[in-house]
C-alpha cells in the first residue's frame, strides 16, 4: 500500500547527511489536546460562545440545548477539504464550504468524519458534565478553577480509556507495571512507523454508519454512508431523526 506524507521540514532533506523529516501536528502525550487544543489560544476559543463570551461555570461553549459543542463562528482552522463524493465539483471549482458549519472541537480533524466526530461530542459532553458536578459541591469556586478541574478529571479519563482498556485489546496483552516518568526517552512514535500504522486506521472503519438510540437499540432505517459523511459528517448527525 503506497503511503504517502507531504508535511516536512523544509531546512531538511538538502543531503545524505540532512535527512528529511516530516511534522508531526499531535502531541505524542495523552494529555487531552485532541479535546482542549494543543493551545491556551485554542482552548479559550474553545470556551468562548458566539458572542464572544467566555462560558460560565467551567463549561466548554455549546449549541443545540448545550448537547453540541458551539458551531465554528470564529473561523478555528479546521481540516476542511472537499467531501469525496463531489471531489471533482469542488476542484473544477477551486471551491471548498466554508469552516464556520462545523463544530469548534479540539481536534483540527474532529468534523472529518462520524467516528472522529462522536469522539468529539462524547468528550464535550463528559466534561461540562463533570464542570457541572463541580459547580455543584463548589459554587464558590471561580469559573477558570471549574474548567481546568473538570479539564484534569476528562484527561485522566482519556488516559484511563486508552492505557488500561483500549491499548490492551489491540496489543493482545497488559502492560507492564508503570515505573515512573523518565525525562531521557523521546515520546515521539518513529516516523516510518506512524504514518503507515494510522493511515491503515481506515481499514478499520465500516462503510456504513449504523445509528443506535440512547437506549442502545439499533436504527435499521437510518444508516450513513460512510463516503456520503466523509467531512459532513456535522450536518449528518444533527440531521438524524431518532
Known amino acids: 500500500m503506497p ?18 523529516q516530516q511534522l508531526n501536528e499531535i502531541t505524542p502525550f495523552l494529555d487531552g489536546g485532541l479535546i482542549y487544543g494543543t493551545s491556551k489560544a485554542w482552548s479559550d476559543v474553545l470556551r468562548t460562545n458566539a458572542s464572544g463570551i467566555l462560558q460560565a461555570n467551567g463549561k466548554l461553549a ?16 479546521m481540516a476542511n477539504p472537499p467531501p469525496p463524493i463531489h471531489h471533482h465539483q469542488y476542484v473544477s471549482r477551486h471551491y471548498t464550504e466554508s469552516v464556520t458549519r462545523y463544530f469548534k472541537l479540539g481536534n483540527p480533524r474532529g468534523n472529518e468524519n462520524p467516528f472522529l466526530l462522536t469522539f468529539g461530542i462524547i468528550w464535550f ?10 459547580k455543584r459541591h463548589n459554587p464558590d469556586w471561580s469559573s477558570d478553577k471549574i474548567y481546568n478541574e473538570a479539564r ?21 496483552h497488559k502492560l507492564p ?8 526517552i523521546d515520546p515521539q512514535i518513529e516516523q516510518f512507523f506512524n504514518r503507515p ?3 491503515s486506521d481506515t481499514l478499520w472503519s465500516h462503510q456504513v ?11 435499521p432505517w437510518n444508516r450513513i454512508q460512510l463516503e456520503h459523511a466523509i467531512i459532513t459528517g456535522c450536518h449528518r448527525i ?5
Open 238 to 242: 444533527l440531521s438524524m431523526p431518532i
Open 177 to 184: 507495571v508503570y515505573q515512573g516518568y523518565n525525562p531521557n
Open 125 to 134: 459532553r463528559w466534561h461540562n458534565f463533570i464542570a457541572t458536578h463541580i
Open 197 to 199: 500504522l494510522f493511515a
Open 3 to 20: 503511503v504517502l506524507r507531504t508535511r516536512y521540514d523544509h531546512r531538511t532533506g538538502h543531503s545524505p547527511n540532512n535527512p528529511r
Open 62 to 77: 455549546s449549541s443545540y440545548f448545550d448537547l453540541y459543542p458551539d458551531y465554528n463562528t470564529v473561523r478555528l482552522p
Open 152 to 172: 484534569k478529571w476528562v484527561i485522566a479519563t482519556q488516559q484511563n480509556i486508552v492505557v488500561n482498556e483500549w491499548l490492551p485489546l489491540w496489543l493482545g
Open 209 to 219: 454508519c449504523t445509528c443506535a438510540t440512547t437506549g442502545g437499540r439499533i436504527v
